[in-house]
């Protein structure tokens, strides 16, 4: 994987998006061209529409990633792929048609759009058919060793295995006793120069996987790996990286301590992402503020009680806030306490399952975003109930709270809706991974990724 701004990104997407980004641009200059020609017009040179045409493939790549084109889904099914591609390039089309009506004559010609939406679906389309083989191949798979052979090393291997994994694993060495668990385990002993038999299985990496370290690190063994070149990581780190979470099942305090993450420079970034937030959720406001009316009527219509519901919910450091929501469920909803939804819930009245599905509730939250208590991005905020409930349960939940609360985030975009302890476990580890990596580029792969989220929302409740 490639570190990208604290984030990683697997090689073969990385790559794959490469390459769909020169064919974008690609696409945009034969329509631009064609067009000019059709209506006997000169295109002019590349530098005066190289403004155009990166605005194309900056659009439309973006609509990719938000609808998951990228997604390990996408990377396995090319009927899958396709699919997204070309609601991704539909809505990148809707978008600049949309910019050419309210600046006419500055931007595109809407017949430019059209041949450059279908030569970028054919070029896309094939970039796939030529790629997909052999993004899947070990080329693009780093080869692991692993030192270890109990549970946590099952664990590796069992990541391995999955469809879609980004390495293999070439080895295991049991420091210790032979390993009933991985019998094809080779013993410590029997190996005479680790470094040498590292090069010789051609392995990127050697992997930290032992049940217990203290007094048993072979801190000799790792540092001559080390020095040939060979990257050496412990298991929490290499977790992280490989399923975007941090374990809490192996997570100790040194662990966050003093690995790289809650970094002082994001001081700058959190001005930037204030900054965004105020300017956004205004611009949101305005635009929505006819939609938000709209179903405030519909929803005092349909059934009995006020149109918003507000609720007291933890955010930034503990402390509590009030949070406005168009109101999806019945007022006596709560009258036993709070608790999480449930699958075809039935305090939730008929347009409450509409407004829950499309997300719709939520736009009245974007005010708490302009006054400063929440973000467009972070941990989902919680009600003081379930905080009190989940402190005692789960460790390190409080450190959630070291992050302003969002209306999308991490977790959300990774997991489905959660109503249970284990599922709130789950989520947790995706909201420690992004107080941890928190950069303004994580905030936009996640809004551009929350329109997947709305568009498929599978996880609504």
Not at 249 to 255: G, I, R, V
Not at 414 to 441: V, W
């Amino acid at each position: 994987m490639v570190r990208l701004f604290k984030h990683y990104v697997p090689h073969a997407v990385l790559l794959l998006g490469v390459v769909d980004l020169i064919l974008l641009l690609l696409a945009a200059d034969l329509a631009w061209v064609f067009r000019a020609g059709q209506i006997g017009t000169d295109a002019g040179t590349l530098v005066t529409r190289i403004g155009a045409l990166s605005g194309f493939a900056a659009t439309t790549l973006a609509a990719m990633i938000a609808v998951g084109v990228y997604g390990p889904e996408a990377l396995r099914s090319m009927r899958f792929a396709c699919a997204r591609l070309l609601v991704a390039i539909s809505l990148a089309i809707l978008a600049l048609a949309l910019l050419d009506f309210i600046l006419p004559g500055h931007t595109y010609w809407r017949s430019t759009l059209l041949y450059a939406m279908v030569l970028a679906t054919v070029l896309l389309v094939l970039n796939r058919t030529l790629l997909g083989n052999l993004l899947g191949t070990s080329a693009f798979r780093r080869r692991v060793l692993v030192l270890g052979t109990g549970p946590r090393a099952q664990r590796l291997k069992a990541l391995s295995e999955k469809e879609g994994s980004s390495f293999r694993i070439v080895g295991f060495i049991s420091m210790t006793q032979p390993s009933e668990q991985v019998p094809e385990a080779v013993q410590r002993s029997s190996i005479s120069d680790l470094s040498a038999y590292v090069a010789g299985l051609g392995a990127n990496e050697v992997v930290l996987a032992l049940e217990e370290r203290r007094n048993s690190l072979p801190l000799k063994d790792l540092l001559r790996v080390k020095t040939t070149g060979v990257h050496v990581n412990e298991f929490s780190s290499f977790l992280e990286r490989e399923t975007g979470r941090v374990d809490l099942d192996t997570l100790n305090p040194s662990w966050l301590i003093f690995s790289d993450g809650f970094s002082s420079g994001r001081a700058i970034s959190s001005v930037a992402k204030r900054l965004f937030d105020v300017l956004a959720s205004a611009l949101l406001l305005l635009l929505t503020f006819p939609v938000i009316t709209l179903f405030a009527m519909v929803v005092k219509l349909d059934s009995k009680g006020p149109a918003f519901f507000r609720q007291k919910r933890v955010g930034l450091y503990g402390q509590t806030f009030e949070i406005v929501k168009l109101r999806s469920m019945r007022i006596d909803a709560e009258k036993d306490g709070a608790k999480w939804a449930e699958k075809n819930d039935t305090r939730i009245t008929r347009v409450g399952a509409f407004i829950r599905k499309v997300r719709i509730d939520e736009l009245p939250q974007v005010w708490t975003v302009l006054t400063g208590r929440m973000s467009f991005v972070g941990p989902r905020p919680e009600v003081p109930t379930f905080v009190d409930d989940l402190d005692d349960k789960l460790p390190y939940y409080a450190e959630r709270h070291m992050v302003k609360p969002g209306i999308t985030g991490w977790a959300q975009i990774n997991y489905p809706y959660g109503a249970s302890i284990e599922d709130a476990r789950h989520k947790l580890e995706y909201d420690l991974y992004y107080a941890k990596n928190y950069t303004p580029f994580l905030d936009l792969l996640i809004m551009l990724q929350t329109l997947r989220v709305v568009l498929w929302p599978d996880g609504a409740r």
